[in-house]
């Protein structure tokens, strides 16, 4: 298309799927399910910040995609890989269950 | 029978001749066919059961030409003469072996559930040899005298030679709902219609009341019900489970048709090929739609079912399981599931005197087990023959002639015999105490009747109660003496003198605490709904350590209100002396109550429950009615056999789950971003026949879906269809596997400078490793609810599968099928990019099922 370059698109196509998923995620945060007899009451600030840890690497990893493909180094994509990795790693163990009991 | 040639075609050529002439011109006598006589008729007419359905090949071959298929069939017929040739070649290769791939599996599922319904049969009491006997009804031959009673399937066509208060229910036949009275008489009508034919028996109805014998006419599909059998047939209501999966169907093909169409009209804007735009827009809706969703189904249901079967549980029809896993209550009776079921004669006694011959002798000839080599039937009748047997007692009916009987019904909860000994005729009944004893107005004293008095009856009633609170059944006897009658009937059971009781013990079964425990820690509340009073279904559950939270029995139950038996239903887990019309109300109580409720039943009086329950469970001993309204049959009536059943019903229900949430995933993202490339590149992100080649090998790795392991705390509680879960899940996890598609187009375009038509098949081969892998993979992430996600372990098959699909998938560019495909060879550093992005897609999946389930509480 005229005055759009692919790189426009790149930006364009994959900043449009992080913030689709950054908007789905508010949706199913705001119908959150409750644990049966209890009662839904209001997040704090601050518990909404850990909520939505997610979102946070969400946003990073946007930014992180868009500079890695700019400056085309293979190497940076790699290395910045790893940590995502580390960190995502961090996050699910954190959240793991306590305790998984088998019957 | 002289040949089956000169054999009457119809019942109606028996009606109007008498008894005697009716075994002449079936070629049989009052002592039955002959064993050889029976297997040589066999042969010429065919085992008794009605052509099945059965497996149509050319119906599963259709199946699979689904709408997109033959629009995909036509463009590639067309660009055989218009454009690319060799593509469209590659593309019906690939379109053959899915075909083919998918018919297999839906033949072999089919296959599987046939041997499966081999495994449950209807039996039928047959007199041959003069001995009567229970065979298969499909061994049943015209000129067979057969027996029938309360609650038996009627096996064949039957001209009537005997009968005693016959009742029958005919509706499967005639529609109408109040049951037929039946008789022996010949009938001088012409031409008369099913339900005129009142001395004719015929094949799918059932008996309700007294019993009967009559000789077989016509087999098979020689029947009358085999004649209307097809008109007749009626397909099952949409269970919840099968409602779920055509909306989430029918919602992707909606979003298939605005994709696809959208991705057509757009590219054909843009100038892009009309007949290549059009195969692309076609392979990206075939790769969208769940075509394998019924061959997944039906594999992950007959897996199941063929699991259940080696646990001794045969479903017979397969969308029930998901209803059958997910019960949150189960009714059942105490026979057999909280006892042995072995039910023995522990005593006799009259009311002066222990051992009382008579009481025995009595109870051997007011009886209603089929008594031959061995002795079938009613457990408590088999009971009293079998003690009688053991200690050569039996011989002392010898001395009496049966003249009559009345059979058993439970709403007298009593049976009648009359026997003649000597001159004396003697009017029998046997039953429940508290239904023969009020019909009693003397009591045997050394063998004359005295008037009963209160003293007497307290006696009586202590004794009652101190067995039954020891956990023993008790019947009583009592008799009169009668004069001679034309026949005799239930207003006969008068005046009676009582003469003593008999004491059963069915010991409790030490697995049933066990059984309870798994069933409880599976979320099923288990109640007893029992006929016994309720002291002896007390001391059971006292036996087994199981504590009783509340008794209702059937009399406490009729002062309820509706409403105050919705609340009853809740607290009590006993139910005793409940009559059949009492059952069912509870059941229907338990509903309302938003419990999916499963109930478990082997007699005459539980097929009711058994049409109202969500779950019907039935056993092979059991009567055939109650079989015949069963979705499950258990081989083996133990508690514990149905908790493995309920296990592996809801393993196959998540199973089935994991494929719809797969498709809604990484799926329709793969397909998505495909569409959008399109629009902004020089040339097609992927060519329709990779696009159909990368399905089918995605449809292969699927198909060990329903051998997966599912993790134990997602079996152990009931799990309903959530359509919000489902629309929650397509809404978050469906973008994730475009956000890696989009950077795979970024790394293939900027650092591999993959951007123009020279570079294309580079830019494909590129995008399909990456999307296959992410594609395929993700199962290992989405099939467990755990994280991270491989703390839970994948079934052996598919990991073996998915892995192999993988490695398939990585040197297919390096092989000439690649070539052949249009792949070319990936540069090296390609490689390790890759493999760091799909580890971390699956890893950010894993971290936003930790917000998806964890934070949201989906």
């Given at each position: ?103 | ?93 690939i379109i053959a072996l899915s075909v083919s791939f998918s018919f297999y599996n839906e033949y072999r599922a089919g296959k599987l559930v046939e041997e499966l319904e081999k495994k449950v049969s209807i039996k039928a009491t047959v007199t041959r040899d003069s001995k009567t006997k229970e065979v298969d009804s499909a061994q049943i031959v015209p000129g067979d005298l057969v027996s029938v009673y309360i609650g038996d399937i009627v096996p064949a066509d039957v001209r009537l030679v005997e009968v005693k208060d016959l009742e029958v229910d005919e509706a499967t036949l005639t529609g109408e709902s109040f049951p037929a009275t039946k008789s022996a008489e010949a009938l001088s009508i012409q031409e008369p219609v099913a339900h005129q034919a009142t001395n004719c028996l015929f094949m799918g109805t059932t008996i309700v009341r007294g019993s009967g014998k009559g000789i077989v006419t016509q087999t098979g599909k020689n029947t009358e019900f085999g004649a209307i059998s097809k008109s007749i047939a009626r397909p099952h209501p949409l269970t919840e489970f099968q409602r779920g999966i055509k909306s989430y169907g029918n919602m992707l093909i909606i979003l298939t048709s ?601």
């Amino acid at each position: 298309m005229v005055g759009v370059t692919l790189f426009d698109w790149y930006v364009i196509t994959i900043s449009w799927s992080i913030v689709f998923l950054i908007v789905a995620s508010i949706f199913i945060y705001s119908r959150r399910r409750v644990a049966p007899g209890s009662v839904r009451t209001h997040a704090s600030i601050s518990q909404i910040i850990r909520d939505f840890t997610f979102v946070w690497i969400l946003i990073s990893l946007l930014f992180f995609y868009i500079v890695t493909v700019m400056v085309v180094s293979d190497l940076l994509f790699a290395a910045g890989n790893i940590v995502i990795e580390l960190l995502l790693l961090i996050y699910v163990y954190r959240n793991r269950p306590k305790k998984t009991s088998h019957p | 029978m002289k040949s089956t040639k000169e054999a009457p075609i119809t019942h109606k050529d028996y009606l109007s001749i008498g008894s005697d002439e009716v075994f002449n011109a079936l070629g049989t006598t009052k002592n039955g066919l002959t064993e050889d006589e029976a297997e040589i008729r066999l042969k010429k007419c065919g085992p008794n059961r009605l052509p099945r359905e059965g497996i149509k090949v050319e119906r599963i071959i259709l199946r699979q030409f689904d709408p997109l298929i033959l629009i995909l069939l036509a463009t590639v017929i067309i660009s055989i003469f218009i454009g690319s040739a060799q593509q469209a070649y590659i593309i019906m290769i690939i379109i053959a072996l899915s075909v083919s791939f998918s018919f297999y599996n839906e033949y072999r599922a089919g296959k599987l559930v046939e041997e499966l319904e081999k495994k449950v049969s209807i039996k039928a009491t047959v007199t041959r040899d003069s001995k009567t006997k229970e065979v298969d009804s499909a061994q049943i031959v015209p000129g067979d005298l057969v027996s029938v009673y309360i609650g038996d399937i009627v096996p064949a066509d039957v001209r009537l030679v005997e009968v005693k208060d016959l009742e029958v229910d005919e509706a499967t036949l005639t529609g109408e709902s109040f049951p037929a009275t039946k008789s022996a008489e010949a009938l001088s009508i012409q031409e008369p219609v099913a339900h005129q034919a009142t001395n004719c028996l015929f094949m799918g109805t059932t008996i309700v009341r007294g019993s009967g014998k009559g000789i077989v006419t016509q087999t098979g599909k020689n029947t009358e019900f085999g004649a209307i059998s097809k008109s007749i047939a009626r397909p099952h209501p949409l269970t919840e489970f099968q409602r779920g999966i055509k909306s989430y169907g029918n919602m992707l093909i909606i979003l298939t048709s605005i994709l696809s169409v959208s991705v057509f009209a757009l590219n054909a804007l843009l100038g892009h090929d009309l007949l290549n735009s059009l195969l692309f827009s076609v392979a990206i809706a075939i790769g969208l739609v769940p075509e394998l969703m019924p061959a997944i189904v039906t594999v992950a249901l007959s897996h199941g079912a063929h699991m259940m079967a080696k646990s001794d549980v045969i479903v017979k029809r397969l969308v029930s399981m998901e209803d059958f896993g997910n019960m949150d209550v189960l009714c059942t009776d105490k026979t057999g599931t909280l006892t042995e079921g072995k039910i023995a004669l522990e005593d006799y006694f009259s009311l002066d005197k222990d051992h009382e011959e008579r009481t025995l002798i009595y109870s051997l000839l007011c009886n209603s087990a089929i008594v031959g080599d061995t002795v079938t039937g009613n457990p408590m009748d088999t009971a009293i023959w079998n003690y009688a047997r053991e200690r050569g007692l039996a011989d002392g009916v010898k001395a009496y002639t049966k003249v009559d009987d009345i059979p058993f019904d439970y709403q007298r909860r009593r049976i009648s015999a009359v026997v003649k000994h000597g001159e004396e005729l003697l009017f029998l009944t046997k039953g429940a105490p508290e239904s023969v004893v009020p019909e009693c107005t003397f009591y045997d004293q050394e063998g004359k009747a005295a008037g009963i008095n209160d003293d007497v009856l307290a006696t009586a009633d202590k004794k009652f109660h101190e067995l039954s609170e020891s956990g023993y059944r008790i019947l009583a006897i009592a008799y009169k003496t009668i004069g001679t009658k034309p026949s005799y009937s239930t207003s006969d059971e008068v005046a009676l003198t009582l003469l003593g009781f008999l004491v059963f013990n069915d010991p409790p079964k030490p697995s049933a605490t066990a059984a309870l425990k798994r069933l409880k820690e599976l979320g099923v509340d288990t109640k007893v709904l029992t006929g016994d009073n309720a002291l002896v279904a007390k001391k059971v559950y006292e036996e087994l350590d199981i504590p009783v939270t509340k008794v209702l029995d059937g009399p406490d139950l009729l002062k309820l209100s509706w409403a105050d038996l919705k609340k009853a239903v809740e607290e009590a887990n006993i139910f005793a002396r409940v009559t059949p019309e009492q059952k069912l109300d509870i059941i229907k109580a338990l509903k309302e109550n938003k419990h999916i409720v499963g109930y478990m039943g082997d007699g005459v009086n539980d097929a009711p429950a058994l049409y109202e329950a969500d779950a019907s469970i039935s056993v092979d001993s059991a009567a055939d009615v109650s079989k015949e309204a069963a979705d499950v049959v258990l081989l083996q009536k133990d508690l514990m056999v149905l908790a493995g059943g309920i296990n592996e019903g809801r393993k196959t229900f998540g199973n089935t789950i994991k494929y719809v949430l797969m498709g809604t995933s990484s799926n329709f993202g793969n397909m998505f971003s495909a569409a959008a490339a399109s629009l902004f590149l020089p040339f097609l992100p992927m060519l329709p026949m990779q696009i159909l080649f990368m399905n089918l090998l995605y449809n292969v790795a699927n198909l060990t879906l329903p051998t997966d392991n599912v993790d134990a705390e997602d079996a152990r509680l009931p799990r309903h269809w959530d359509i919000p879960l489902v629309q929650g899940f397509t809404l978050f996890f469906g973008p994730f596997s475009s956000v890696y598609d989009f950077l795979t187009f970024g790394i293939m375009l900027f650092i591999f400078n993959a951007s123009t038509p020279a570079h294309a098949a580079l830019f494909q081969t590129g995008w399909f490793v990456e999307s296959f892998l992410t594609e395929v993979l993700i199962i290992f992430v989405i099939r467990t609810r755990r994280f991270p996600f491989f703390s839970s372990r994948p079934g052996k098959w598919l990991t073996i599968l998915t892995i192999g699909c993988c490695v398939f998938g990585i040197i297919l560019p390096f092989t000439f099928l690649g070539g052949f495909l249009g792949f070319t060879s990936l540069p090296a550093n390609f490689w390790p990019l890759v493999a760091l992005m799909v580890a971390t897609y699956l890893l950010l999946v894993d971290a936003g099922k930790v917000f998806f389930y964890k934070v949201c509480g989906f």
